[in-house]
C-alpha cells in the first residue's frame, strides 16, 4: 500500500436509536483499502460487516442511526460530513457496491439494458447510442453471452448467476475506484460463485479498483484477498495479510502463525497433525452476544473471535502439491 488509501475507517462508533433503547452496532472500528488492493471482511452474524460497508457509502438514513464518533475517509472527502450532492457524485461514479441479492438490488420493473444506461448517463453522460454500445461491451466483458437479448431482458427473466455478473458489470460501469461487495456470491451454487468470483477478480485487477470483499467463506478470502480484517461484535478484533510466509496456509494473524511458520516447517505450524485437532462441539457454543451488549472478556469469552481464526484453519484447505 504504497498510495494514499482509498478507503480509510478511523475509530469509527455507529449505534441505532430502537425502542428498547440505543444498540451499539461498531465501536472504534478502524479499517484501510489501499489503491487496487482486494480487502476481505469477516465475521461472524450480526458483527457488523454489512453496517460497516453501508456507511462508507452512507447507505444508512440519517435518521435511523447515531454517529458516536470517528471518520471515515473515501479518496480523501470525509463521508460523515458530505452533502447530500458529494454523496451522489461519489455513489456509482467513485465507488459502488454489489449486494448479496441481485434480485432485490435490481429494479424489477426495467429492462436490464434500461438499468445500465441509465448509471452510465447519469454519471458519464453519454448519449443513448454510446451507452448501449458500453452496456453491451460491459456485459460482454463479465462473459455474459448474448449480452444483447440479455439487455432487453427483465431481471426475472435471467438466473440468479446472471442477475449477479449484471450487477457486478454495472458496479464496473464508471471505473470506480473502491467497489464494495456485500457477500456477493453467497447466493450462488459453488461453480457459479467461482466463475463469478474470478470475473470480478480479474476487472478489479485490470482496472486496478480496490475491493472492499465481505464474506463468511475464509476460502474465498485466502484466494481472493490481499489482506482480511476480522470483525467481533462490532469490533474489529484482527487483521493481517492472507499471503504469509506460510504461504497462504493460514490466514489469519500472521504476528503470531507466520512467525511460528518461520521457524518451524510451515505446514506442521499450521496443520497440526498430532494430536488432531477436534472442532468444537456446535451444541457447546453459545448465541451470538446481543448487540446492546458490550463486549467485555467475560461476553466475549464463550464465542472467542479466534473462532474464527480456528475456522480458517479448518476451512482452507491447503492445495494439493
Ligand atoms: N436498521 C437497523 N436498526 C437496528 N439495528 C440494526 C439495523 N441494521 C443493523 N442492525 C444491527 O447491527 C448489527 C450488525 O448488523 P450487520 O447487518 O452489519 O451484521 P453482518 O455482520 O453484516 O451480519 P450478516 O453476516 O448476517 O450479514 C446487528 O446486531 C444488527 O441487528
Ligand atoms: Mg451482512
Not at 461487495?181 to 447466493?187: F, H, N, S
Request: charged share 20%; aromatic share 4%; with cysteine.
Amino acid at each position: 500500500m504504497t498510495d494514499a488509501p482509498v478507503l480509510e475507517v478511523e475509530d469509527l462508533s455507529l449505534s441505532f436509536p430502537t425502542w428498547r433503547g440505543v444498540a451499539p452496532a461498531l465501536r472504534d472500528v478502524s479499517l484501510k483499502v489501499g489503491t487496487g488492493e482486494i480487502v476481505g471482511l469477516v465475521g461472524e452474524s450480526g458483527s457488523g460487516k454489512s453496517v460497516t460497508a453501508m456507511s462508507v457509502l452512507r447507505l444508512i438514513p440519517r435518521e435511523a442511526v447515531r454517529v458516536g464518533g470517528g471518520s471515515i475517509l473515501l479518496l480523501g472527502r470525509d463521508v460523515l460530513t458530505a452533502t447530500e450532492a458529494e454523496l451522489a457524485d461519489l455513489r456509482g461514479r467513485l465507488a459502488s457496491m454489489v449486494f448479496q441479492e441481485p434480485m432485490t438490488a435490481l429494479n424489477p420493473t426495467m429492462t436490464i439494458g434500461r438499468q445500465i444506461t441509465q448509471v452510465l448517463q447519469r454519471h458519464e453522460r453519454l448519449s443513448d447510442v454510446a451507452a448501449e454500445a458500453r452496456a453491451q461491451t460491459l456485459l460482454t466483458e463479465m462473459q455474459v453471452q448474448d449480452a444483447p437479448r440479455v439487455l432487453r431482458s427483465h431481471p426475472f427473466e435471467l438466473s440468479g448467476g446472471l442477475r449477479q455478473r449484471v450487477l457486478i458489470a454495472m458496479a464496473f460501469a464508471c471505473n470506480p475506484r473502491l467497489l464494495i461487495a456485500d457477500e456477493p456470491t453467497t447466493a450462488l451454487d459453488v461453480t457459479v460463485q467461482a466463475q463469478v468470483l474470478a470475473l470480478l477478480r480479474e476487472r478489479a485487477r485490470e482496472r486496478g479498483t480496490s475491493v472492499l470483499f465481505i464474506t463468511h467463506d475464509l476460502a474465498v478470502v485466502a484466494e481472493l484477498c490481499d489482506r482480511v480484517y476480522v470483525m467481533y461484535a462490532g469490533r474489529i478484533v484482527e487483521h493481517g495479510a492472507t499471503q504469509g510466509s506460510c504461504g497462504g496456509r493460514c490466514i489469519l494473524t500472521p504476528r503470531r502463525c507466520c512467525a511460528r511458520c518461520r521457524s518451524r516447517d510451515s505446514r506442521a505450524a499450521c496443520w497440526p497433525r498430532s494430536p488432531a485437532p477436534q472442532p468444537p462441539p456446535r451444541t457447546a457454543r453459545p448465541p451470538v452476544p446481543s448487540a446492546r451488549a458490550a463486549p467485555t472478556p467475560t461476553t466475549a469469552a464463550p464465542r472467542c473471535h479466534l473462532s474464527y481464526r480456528h475456522a480458517a484453519i479448518w476451512h482452507v484447505r491447503p492445495r494439493a502439491g
